[in-house]
């Protein structure tokens, strides 16, 4: 238990951040998730229409990761590397 203030609010803002990080890392892995299945789609039908949902997707994943980036969920160069394995996913399929 917190013996004065400012670990009364350290375990406050330890929380917070505990949520926000997991709420930025759970939505990117499960975004990838379904972008993977949908690339596996579009690597079967080569149709234009699956590779633009691939694509879309793709677009919401970097709009997170670099969302999280700027509140200091992911560092820079962590997520500069799963932006560049997404694209060599969609870029190879």
């Not at 406050?12 to 990080?21: G, I, S």
């Not at 990117?28 to 633009?52: A, C, G, H, P």
């Amino acid at each position: 238990m917190a013996n004065n203030k400012s670990a009364e609010k350290r375990i406050k803002t330890n929380e917070r951040n505990r949520l926000r990080n997991r709420l930025y890392k759970s939505s990117v892995r499960t975004l990838t998730k379904t972008f993977l299945k949908n690339l596996e789609i579009y690597k079967k039908s080569q149709s234009i229409e699956d590779k633009e949902k691939a694509q879309n997707l793709l677009n919401s994943i970097y709009s997170l990761i670099d969302k999280g980036t700027k509140k200091n969920v992911f560092h820079k160069n962590t997520a500069s590397r799963k932006k560049s394995q997404l694209a060599g996913y969609l870029k190879a399929a």
